[in-house]
Nanobody, 127 residues
Framework: QVQLVESGGDLVQPGGSLKLSCVVS????????IGWFREAPGKEREGVAC????????KYEDPAKGRFTISNDNAKNTVYLQMNALKPEDTGVYYC????????????????????WGQGTQVTVSS
């Protein structure tokens, strides 16, 4: 059974850091594509970063570039999102998901093509 479980969300002050985890079961992340998404209050879910673990490609939304890093630990079958220099506009529920599009495609930071979503973890950036 495919399952993705996020954790690591918290209340943090602006400028702080958090590391989110996405623990995967049911398939090996090393041969797949995983994305991180944010759903801010009153807004649609949007892509933050994705990782094609098959070929090592990483993609980021423009506001995340230089501040966020997506990584993985194959032994733990886990994908991480390290978030530094957090801003209030980073606030939202963060989800990880598995890209289930055609295998010839790399990952995308668009929600299209993703299935097997986790339950989300809340990140609040506020002073």
């Amino acid at each position: 059974q495919v399952q993705l479980v996020e954790s690591g969300g918290d209340l943090v002050q602006p400028g702080g850091s958090l590391k989110l985890s996405c623990v995967v079961s049911g398939f090996p992340v090393a041969s797949d594509r995983i994305g991180w998404f944010r759903e801010a209050p009153g807004k649609e879910r949007e892509g933050v970063a994705c990782l094609d673990l098959r070929i090592g490609i990483q993609k980021y939304e423009d506001p995340a570039k230089g501040r966020f890093t997506i990584s993985n630990d194959n032994a733990k079958n886990t994908v991480y999102l390290q978030m530094n220099a957090l801003k209030p506009e980073d606030t939202g529920v963060y989800y990880c998901a598995r890209y289930i599009g055609p295998p010839e495609y790399t990952c995308s930071i668009n929600t299209n093509g993703y299935g097997h979503w986790g339950q989300g973890t809340q990140v609040t950036v506020s002073s």
